[in-house]
């Protein structure tokens, strides 16, 4: 698989939601420190107790509205008794170090306000849209890059999401008293939280949602199975149709082949049933029958199932064979496209695949075919001018080149090849169709390879790729050409 090699840094802080109805939160300080501190807790149905001997005037302000406990006094260990989080926040350093102190000797989680090497945990930037809540951390790293992503969230979130989610939550028992576990429940939810109910929310009519929610959750019919032939793009995550990315949230079970990177499929629902089947060299796998099967039954089964292929299912993917079997079983699908390895491969060389004045059509091809006595069709279109796309070429580079040349296309067309097109360990080659035949041998190209052949690809930037081969073979004719080129890939 594609999986970029180097791991993925590790959070040393981890996001967990806390209970704190009704419980003490101690905040420590008189100042601005402490207000902001007071404020963000004053979200929480939190009990404060704000130790502060002379409190500034708007921080006084704060206590009277929440009413807050208010201890106005020297700090001592004993205002932290019966506190489940502690903040430091006085604005002097020693005393908050021996707060600290206090509140760990007291087995009590403490933040030190601007001291992160003094704190047991970090208060995020929050989106409050209660009971819903988003929080962004930084591990103290950035305070205004969680500010600008919140502000972000923020406008994405609609006001009414927390009402919305209010409803949920006194929905929740019936929903399970009368939907089975697993899918129908998880059903009822997502059209709880998409449909009907969600947009009365949103306008405020709380009694049409209501209405809306227990209509939805007495009318239930058993689930129905539908597949979805989804593209997952070239492999960066971010060349993921919008679609896809629903669907993947939406989804039971995913289904994927081994092309797919891994990142791709994480951004599927958490609770999502993962399903590799391989298609991988050299690997155990399921044959197309088996995932044919797979697919009928898993629809059967009334599951929703996302069927992942790398670039676009319908370019070299056999989506054909697969659409045909869930058609004969009569179970539904859809097909979401994606960007194709050549449109990938293209863009990380700024290839003009039409090029005015130069090329006018584009073939897509495995290259496999030249393999038969008689010329297909495509070879034709590539002498004509047109852009060609290789998928699955590495192992036929020598059979395309030399079949392309035999047939009159010049050994000096320029030749663009791209391996792990759209990711970051990609690596860019050009060349002439005289050097394509030194793919074959490569020993140092691992992951999938795109070569795109024509005069388009004259018209690319060459900045940022290595040559094909080192050397230029000298063309004497054609198979010397070839030959010669064979001498490069040795080097
Ligand atoms: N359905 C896919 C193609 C599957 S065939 C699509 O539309 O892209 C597999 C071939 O696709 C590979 O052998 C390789 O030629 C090409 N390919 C897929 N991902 C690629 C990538 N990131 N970079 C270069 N080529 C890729």
Redesign the pocket.
């Known amino acids: 698989m ?1 999986h970029e090699s180097q791991e993925k840094p590790r959070l040393n802080a981890f996001p967990i939601f806390m209970r704190v109805e009704g419980e003490v939160v101690a905040i420590v300080g008189s100042g601005d420190e402490a207000l902001a501190k007071a404020r963000l807790l004053g979200q929480s149905s939190a009990s404060l107790r704000i130790v502060a001997k002379n409190a500034e005037p708007a921080l006084l302000d704060f206590i009277a509205r929440h009413r807050a406990v208010h201890v106005e006094a020297d700090y001592a260990h004993e205002h932290l008794e019966g506190a489940v989080m502690v903040f430091a926040a006085t604005a002097d350093e020693t005393l908050d170090t021996r707060i600290v102190a206090d509140a760990r000797r007291m087995g009590i989680p403490v933040n030190a306000v601007d001291r992160p090497e003094l704190c047991d945990f970090f208060t995020p930037a929050l989106v409050n849209r209660a009971p819903l809540a988003v929080a962004i951390g930084t591990e103290g790293a950035g305070p205004v890059l969680a500010q600008m992503i919140r502000a972000r969230i923020d406008q994405m979130l609609s006001p009414s999401l927390g009402a919305l989610a209010g409803l949920a939550a006194s929905f929740r028992d019936a929903a399970e008293t009368l939907l089975p576990r697993g899918n129908p429940r998880r059903r009822f939810w997502s059209d709880f939280f998409s449909g009907p109910t969600a947009r009365a929310v949103a306008a405020g009519n709380l009694s049409l949602a209501h209405d809306a929610a227990t209509e939805l959750l007495l009318s239930r019919t058993p689930a129905v199975g539908h597949i979805a032939l989804v ?1 997952a ?4 995550e971010d060349l993921l149709t919008l679609r896809a990315q629903r669907l993947l949230m939406d989804a039971d079970v995913i289904v994927f ?1 081994a ?1 797919v990177p891994e990142a791709v499929v994480a951004m599927g629902r958490r609770d999502a049933e993962r399903m590799p089947v391989g298609k991988r060299k050299g690997c155990h796998s399921k044959s197309q029958s088996e995932i044919n099967t797979l697919l009928v039954a898993l629809g059967r089964e009334g599951r929703r199932v996302v069927r992942l ?9 056999r ?1 054909g064979e697969e659409m045909a079997a869930l058609r004969d079983a009569g179970i539904s699908y859809e097909v979401v496209p ?8 293209a863009a ?1 060389f700024e290839l003009p695949l039409t090029l005015r004045g130069v090329t006018s059509s584009m073939v ?1 091809t ?1 290259g496999h075919d030249l393999k038969g006595g008689t010329l297909p069709d495509w070879a034709k279109l590539a002498i004509s001018g047109a852009t060609v796309a ?5 192992s036929v580079a020598a059979e395309v080149a030399g079949r392309l040349i035999e047939s009159g296309l010049s050994p000096d067309t320029a030749v663009a090849v ?6 970051s360990n ?1 690596r860019r080659f050009h060349g002439t169709l005289a050097d394509l035949p030194s793919l074959e041998a490569r020993r140092d190209l691992s ?5 795109i052949i024509g005069d388009a690809v004259a018209g690319a930037n060459f900045d940022r790729s290595e040559a094909l081969v080192a050397q230029k073979p000298t063309v004497f004719g054609q198979d010397e050409a070839l030959v010669s080129a064979a001498e490069g890939k040795a080097r």
Not at 233 to 236: D, F
Not at 418 to 423: D, G, P, Q, R, T
């Open positions: 594609q593209g793009g070239p492999g960066a082949d092309l292929k790398s670039g676009d299912p319908l370019v070299f993917g989506a994606g960007v194709t390895a050549a449109f990938a491969a990380d897509f495995t290789v998928y699955m070429g590495r791209v391996e792990n097109a759209s990711l990609r992951g999938p390879v795109m070569t």
